[in-house]
């Protein structure tokens, strides 16, 4: 076939491709369930306030200064939320003084959620169980009171510096 | 008899000849096949995550949830691309529980093996955030000039807040990390 006895032929195959890879913007997508359990919670700031009055004159209205108290509740349904205070200790110049003569006055600053139904309260302490500082407080959220501790008016208390101790307490039921 | 004898001779003589004469020439028959293999190579991403994510939290101080995962993937982007790793959240919490709409799911992002990972940033029900951005000729696995490892992987921390407004229960969302390449 051809000159010298030799031949040979060639064949060239061309073309052969290999596709890798179908598209040019590829995606790919993969899912995870975030799980979390909500639970029953209660957070109180302060747990206990310090309380110091001056009496400069006898007879004047002697307030300490406004406490903060911020309460966080998370309640299961149908639970009543409470904030209560309980004196611990007071005195003067005179040493102890009578618990019953402490007085406060509250006002609402912030509440979200189900506290904004909530009100901040005023009242006198006894010599009994702790005093709410909060009523009707029905569903989980935050409440915020300013709450200002005085001396009762109805007595002339003596001059000098007074100082005393409020235990604060948060629990639904 | 002398004839036979002459024949016999002829024979041998022929096959002698026939035995060692030289054999007929072969002519070899040589074939040169060249093919040509063309690998186009495009651009691709894959990835895993784990079907479920536990957020948690310790103590009662309204501390928020937090919870970690990581996305494992695999990535390659053409000289002038480049490419995303992303996420969204396709469902919300349940109502009555915390809510990725209103805000309370953010996450952070820890060292990426491809790419560059996100700083923090706020989850979202209506549109993909980041969690990886890969650069132009990015590759998964071999070593330079692709990643060491195959395949990379990024930490993602999840942190919901915990919102005292929230009623108690169990909530679930749905995540969904989509990766894209060009």
Redesign the interface.
């Known amino acids: 076939m051809t000159s010298g ?39 109180l700031s302060p747990s206990a306030a310090a309380l110091a009055f001056q009496v400069t004159n006898p007879g004047d209205t002697v307030a300490s200064q406004p406490v903060t108290v911020t309460a ?3 309640s ?2 149908n639970q009543q939320i409470q904030l209560t205070a309980q004196p611990v200790s007071l005195t003067g110049p005179s040493g102890s003084v009578a618990l019953s003569a402490l007085h406060w006055n509250g006002s609402v600053m912030q509440a ?4 904004t139904a909530a009100a901040c309260t005023n009242g006198v302490f006894g010599n009994g169980p702790a005093a709410p500082l909060i009523a009707s407080w029905t569903q ?3 409440v915020t009171c300013s709450v200002t501790f005085s001396l009762a008016t109805e007595d002339s208390w003596p001059a000098g510096s007074y100082k005393g101790q409020i235990g604060l307490s948060l629990f639904a039921q | 008899m002398a004839g036979m004898k002459s024949r016999t001779a002829t024979m041998l003589a022929l096959t002698v000849a026939g035995v060692f004469s030289a054999p007929p ?1 072969v ?30 939290n310790t103590g ?3 501390t928020s ?1 937090s ?1 970690s ?1 990581t ?1 494992q993937y695999r990535a390659r982007s ?1 000289s002038t691309g480049g490419g995303t790793l992303t996420l969204k959240v ?1 469902q919300d ?1 349940q109502t009555g ?2 809510s990725v709409s209103r805000g309370d ?1 953010t996450y952070s992002c820890g060292a990426a093996g491809l790419g560059t990972a996100c700083s923090s940033a706020t989850a979202s029900t209506t549109s993909a955030t980041a969690v990886v951005t890969l650069p132009s000729s990015a590759c998964t696995g071999g070593g330079t000039p692709c990643s060491a490892t195959d395949p990379n992987s990024v930490p993602v921390t ?1 942190t ?1 807040a ?21």
Not at chain 2, 29 to 45: K, P, R, Y
Not at chain 2, 162 to 182: E, H, L, M, R
């Open positions: 006895g030799k031949f040979a032929f060639r064949v060239v195959l061309t073309g052969a491709a290999l596709l890798i890879g179908a598209a040019v913007h590829a995606q790919s997508a993969g899912s995870s369930g975030l799980v979390v359990q909500v639970n029953p919670e209660a957070h966080w509740v998370r299961l349904p979200t959620g189900g506290g989980s959220g935050i | 020439k002519n070899a028959a040589v074939m040169t096949v060249s093919n040509t293999l063309q690998a186009h190579i495009q651009a691709n991403g894959s990835l895993s995550v784990p079907g479920t994510t536990t957020l948690s009662t101080l309204f949830f919870g995962l996305v053409t396709t919490f529980g915390p799911l999840f919901l915990d919102q005292p407004v929230d009623k108690t229960g169990t909530y679930t969302a749905n995540v969904q990390f989509t990766i894209s390449a060009t």
